[in-house]
């Protein structure tokens, strides 16, 4: 490996584990409402959320796409209060943590800034290199189903994000997507990879295409998964795409509703961070419960097949742990208030689409002979809710590009 790469391994203190119980045990609930509609009035049944937690549990996602999970206010206290005591009673951090520490990770600082990655290296010395990116409100947890059904066939370096868990505390402002695009690049040329390709969803896809189009000399392909809704929020912020549907065809209407809801009700958490980071940031980090209520809104409402709930709180304890719910807010604040998308991939480039309608294929048009997959289950998190079919849809793609 190249300069100032730094072995580490996730040691969280017991004063901190402490710490976290007794602010969950002591958390100030809100009383909504004394009386008026049947959802605050009706019993458990009504105010539940999309699964119980009895033991080890799932959480499956809501019922339909673009439903909130808990209703339309939020996430219900019923579904946080079950949520925040299986994490003071019945979640293992320890054992998280192990499994994390399972493989080598490493610290190295790019830009000035603190990057954090996990680098698991294939019994195959020709494997190909594949950095993995994830988006939010996630971190390489999301990865951890893939990391074993893709090191036989790659050299995997999965990074986490400037400003998300243990690549903190931010430098400072500025790390957009490109700027993050630019610390990859060096990151693989700092580990010595020649040929390489890139994978990622959300701010992940973002950042891979950016890599992608900065790094084309030695990028083999990028490869990025996406959902119906994602697809259809994203589309929001692009100048004229409204304009461009045509609200009598059916699945433009379609889309057009999606885009019109995410306005209207999906796009808050979002708002709040383009504008004001700093604010929500001291919530985010005094209040494990404000925390946990933030990052499980979405799992809740993104999700289509079960998710484990001891997976969805590891990354809300990574999050917890190294204080990173303001400092990933102000990575979006950041990217919100740049102008540097990137320039465009000429290299190959594949699609794997999940939870898949005919939306997605009109919002992305893509060139002839363009590796796509699509999937009819599956969301926003599929390394998470279908790790199988990413790790083969990832094979089929950079197999002939190797």
Known sequence: MGEDIRPFRIAVADSDLENLQLRLAGARWPAEFSAGPAEFSAGPAAL????????????????????????????????????????????????????????????????????????????????TPLILTHGFPSSAAEFLGLIEELSPDFHLVVPSLPGYAFSTPLSGPGWTLSRTAAAWIELMRRLGYQRYGVHGGDIGAGVSGAVAAADGEHVIGVHVV??????AN??????????????????????????????????????????RPRTIGYGLTDSPLFQLAWIAEKFDEWTRLPIDVDQLLTTVSLYWFTASGVTAAHTLYDQAH?????????????????????????????????????????????????????????????????
Request: hydrophobic fraction near 40%; charge should be negative; charged fraction near 25%.
């Open 48 to 127: 539940a959320g999309p699964a119980e937690l009895a033991g080890p549990a799932e959480l499956a996602g809501p019922a339909g796409p673009g439903e909130p999970a808990g209703g339309d206010r939020g996430i219900t206290a019923d579904r946080l209060r079950e949520l925040a005591e299986y994490w003071r009673t019945k979640f293992d951090w320890r054992a998280a943590e192990a499994r994390l520490n399972r493989y080598p990770q490493f610290t190295t600082e790019i830009d000035g800034q603190r990057i954090h990655f996990l680098h698991v290296r294939s019994a195959r010395p020709d494997a």
């Open 226 to 231: 996406t959902d119906p809704l994602t697809a």
């Open 234 to 275: 994203t589309a929001t912020f692009l100048p004229g795409m409204a304009d461009r549907l045509n609200p009598d065809d059916p699945v433009d209407r379609l889309i057009l509703e999606r885009m019109d809801a995410f306005r209207r009700d999906g796009s808050g958490y979002l708002a709040i961070q383009n504008s």
């Open 338 to 402: 740049s102008s540097d998308w990137g320039g465009a991939a000429t290299v190959p480039q594949g699609f794997a689409v999940f939870g898949a309608d005919e939306t997605v294929r009109r919002l992305l048009p893509v060139p002839e002979g363009t590796h796509w997959t699509e999937h009819a289950h599956g969301g926003h998190f599929p390394a998470m809710e279908a790790p199988a079919d990413v790790a083969a849809d990832l094979r089929a793609f950079f197999g002939p590009l190797a």
